[in-house]
């Protein structure tokens, strides 16, 4: 039984005729009756009485019928009621965002997207790629925003926008004479990096092309914070490698330095569910996010890839 043969029923009991009824079914009239034959077949009775003229239901068929009604009704308002859920965009959402994010897109966005949807709640929580993920297929958050590709059958990814890699060295470093940076002027030795677990630390790796960074340094400083970080290459400790968010207002500052194109970048993306449904918080987020940020952050390019 399908909702087709329920529709076709309808239109015979509103028409009491083949052809009729296959015209406003827009299908036709042999496949209506073939489908009318395999309704009664499936349910053991008759529905219509086709020796009657004009077509008439059987007493069972009446019944059979407006049941039909009742069951097209109620979907026809269950498609309704979808419908709005995905387009209106209001209640309690669990928005997960990793650290290296959280402390400069959410100012850039967070205030307007507030003023624009006041009906939207948005629970934020600060958390690694890897428990993201978990959350989502667990369905404790709502949606993600982390950093791509990741390549998982059951999370669907919405890049926003790809951020370069910038240096971020002591003032009087010796690489400061040069005004773009290759990979390989680059001494891992020399480089702070952050904790196991984050995956902007691997994509730091991956651009030094080896793991024996710090090793110059003279301590093992395990870090979460990139803030933490830059406070250390003021005071002559190394150099890091930072997003260009975190020092959007300072792009001028001596401490910094871009690599040569194609610069280095991470694609950054909404995250969420494969049977996730709710397009408009989807689209508001991403919209609103791309409105915020430097217009050159919106152009793909060459991107490193998260091992996970």
């Not at 087709?4 to 079914?25: K, S």
Request: with cysteine; aromatic share 8%; net charge negative.
């Amino acid at each position: 039984m399908t909702l087709q043969q329920l529709e076709y029923i309808v239109a015979l009991d509103d028409y009491r005729h083949y052809v009729t009824a296959a015209e406003h079914c827009f299908i036709s009239q042999p496949n209506l009756t073939m489908q009318v034959k395999k309704l009664e077949e499936e349910l053991g009775i008759k529905i219509f009485d086709r020796e009657k003229k004009p077509l008439q239901p059987t007493e069972i068929g009446k019944s059979v019928i407006a049941r039909a009604r009742q069951i097209l009704r109620e979907t026809n308002q269950l498609k309704a009621f979808v419908t709005h859920e995905k387009e209106v965009l209001e209640g309690e959402f669990t928005l997960g965002i990793i650290p290296t994010l959280a402390p400069y897109l959410l100012p850039l966005f967070l205030p307007s997207f507030t003023i624009e949807n006041p009906k939207v709640h948005l629970k934020i929580k600060e958390l690694q790629t890897d428990l993201i993920i978990s959350n989502l297929e667990e369905g404790t958050i709502d949606i993600g925003i982390l950093v791509t590709p990741l390549d998982l059958a059951n999370i669907r990814e919405i890049p926003i926008f790809y951020e370069p890699f910038l240096l971020y060295l002591p003032k009087q470093h010796k690489l400061t004479h040069k005004n773009l940076m290759l990979a390989e002027d680059l001494d891992p030795s020399e480089v702070l990096v952050l904790d196991e677990g984050h995956c902007f630390r691997d994509q730091a790796l991956s651009i030094c092309k080896n793991k024996n960074y710090g090793a110059n340094i003279g301590f093992d400083y395990q870090s979460g914070s990139i803030e933490a970080l830059k406070n250390l290459v003021k005071e002559n400790v190394g150099y890091t490698l930072v997003p260009e968010l975190s020092v959007l207002h300072d792009l001028q500052s001596k401490h910094i330095r871009r690599f040569s194109k194609p610069e280095p970048v991470r694609e950054v993306s909404i995250v969420v569910h494969n049977s996730y449904f709710k397009e408009s918080l989807i689209d508001s987020l991403k919209a609103i996010i791309q409105a915020h940020i430097p217009s050159s952050l919106l152009n793909e390019q060459k991107i490193i890839p998260v091992d996970l």
